[in-house]
């Protein structure tokens, strides 16, 4: 595991239902303390984590897409979770949980937020929205996930877009989808929060540990991404400052819609090579910062220019938004599970049809609705074999467990 100053915000992840625990094994990759919590063994059996604690009862497999069956097995294992979360909690200051909203595991994620909140570390959520064409089970309990949120002390909120991850990577073979796709959200975020401590890049404008701290864990829906840039584009008036916003807008493999003016905290970050840097004029990144005034009103602003002496490196401009209300997609996935959550209920309510077989009521097809016995074969009988004229009965003896008859023979009177 890295050690803490390797990262601005030591984070240890608790991943909670199959995609969560998968999102886990990608933080565990890059070096972060990492526990996965799942109801169903079979799940749990294909991970390559060494922590990982199986937290259903009964040895039942799972939880079905039921979050109320979740919600108890997590109160049934609700001791032993805490001891494990804390076995990670103890070397990190913030916790982040990874849960995929529409499994009946991972829609319960803050009911395990509110368990682990008697560790007292600040906890943040992780967690990804359905596919259009997933199930209206999936779109109700990510929905009701979601509306529990302001009930917790979770600060900020990442939701990750299913829709835009089978856009991406839907060409990707089965067995590399999740992967390739998992890590790409996983990464960038773990470059933002090693900036501050890469070697490999003397800080210009320093964007330092407290300040990634201040735009992560900012209360409300946090966006982030980055983009490599082209040379010019650090030497041409506004041409980087008219890219912000499609950054945010794109916000990677993040749900998307947001009104920026609702912000509360924005990141900018700008690695180049140093030479790039010293052609570029300031106004350049300045603009960058005004445009993010414009786009956010009032707004704490973080800034970072990092110079690498790899001259061959592509420019990449990194930045985070946080404390912004949940995203259109949210919104959207919200009418999806209104139109169909209730035909769903009245499916599922309906009795079961009743056929109408007219004659069919009351016809026979044989003469009699009881099967007639099976005939029954006589056994032959078995002759006792012959006695041996030497064999004699045995005594029995009292270490048998057998009583001695009661009488005066077996009696003497003392």
């Known amino acids: 595991m890295a050690t803490f100053s390797e990262r601005s915000v030591e984070i240890g992840v608790v991943g909670l239902g199959e ?147 089978l856009l991406q990577f839907g060409s990707n073979s089965l067995t590399t989808f999740y992967h390739n796709a998992n890590s790409s959200v996983v990464n960038t975020l773990h470059e933002m929060n090693s900036l501050a401590h890469d070697t490999g890049l003397t800080p210009v404008r320093g964007f330092d540990g407290e300040d990634f701290r201040r735009v992560f864990t900012a209360r409300g829906t946090l966006i982030y991404g980055q983009a490599d840039l082209k040379r010019e584009d650090l030497t041409v008036e506004d041409q980087l400052a008219n890219g912000l916003q499609t950054i945010w807008d794109n916000a990677g493999l993040l749900a998307a819609g947001f009104d920026y003016q609702d912000a509360t905290m924005a990141g900018i970050v700008l690695v180049a090579p140093e030479s790039l840097l010293a052609q570029a004029p300031t106004d350049i990144f300045e603009n960058v910062i005004k445009q993010v005034r414009s786009l956010t009103s009032t707004v704490g602003i973080y800034t970072g220019l990092f110079a690498t002496s790899d001259e061959t490196a592509t420019p990449r401009l990194y930045t985070m938004l946080s404390g912004l209300p949940y995203p259109n997609r949210l919104k959207n996935v919200v009418s999806q599970a209104k139109e169909e959550g209730p035909a769903l209920g009245t499916k599922v309510a309906r009795p079961m049809e009743n056929l109408d077989l007219g004659d069919l009521s009351d016809l026979s097809l044989f003469n009699s609705s009881v099967m007639p016995a099976a005939p029954v074969s006589p056994r032959p009988r078995q002759e006792a074999p012959p006695q041996s004229p030497a064999a004699t009965p045995s005594p029995v003896s009292n270490s048998d467990n057998v009583e001695p008859e009661s009488g005066p023979a077996n009696n003497p009177a003392s």
Do not use: W
């Open 19 to 165: 995609c969560g625990c998968n999102l886990a094994v990608e933080f565990d990759r890059l070096g972060y303390a990492a526990v996965a919590l799942n109801t169903s063994y079979t799940d749990l059996r294909g991970l390559p984590l060494t922590e990982k604690l199986y937290v259903g009862t009964n040895g039942r497999d799972g939880a079905g897409q039921d979050v109320l069956l979740g919600g108890q097995y997590l109160d049934a294992n609700a001791e032993e979770i805490l001891d494990r979360v804390q076995s990670i909690a103890d070397g990190c200051d913030h916790i982040l949980l990874t849960a995929g909203l529409g499994g009946g595991t991972g829609s319960n994620v803050i009911t395990l937020a509110n368990l682990i909140s008697k560790l007292g570390r600040p906890i943040s959520v992780f967690a990804t929205l359905p596919k259009n064409q997933e199930g209206s089970i999936a779109k109700v309990n990510a929905v009701q996930a979601v509306s529990q949120f302001n009930d917790t002390d979770v600060t900020s909120v990442v939701l990750v877009d299913n829709e835009k991850i």
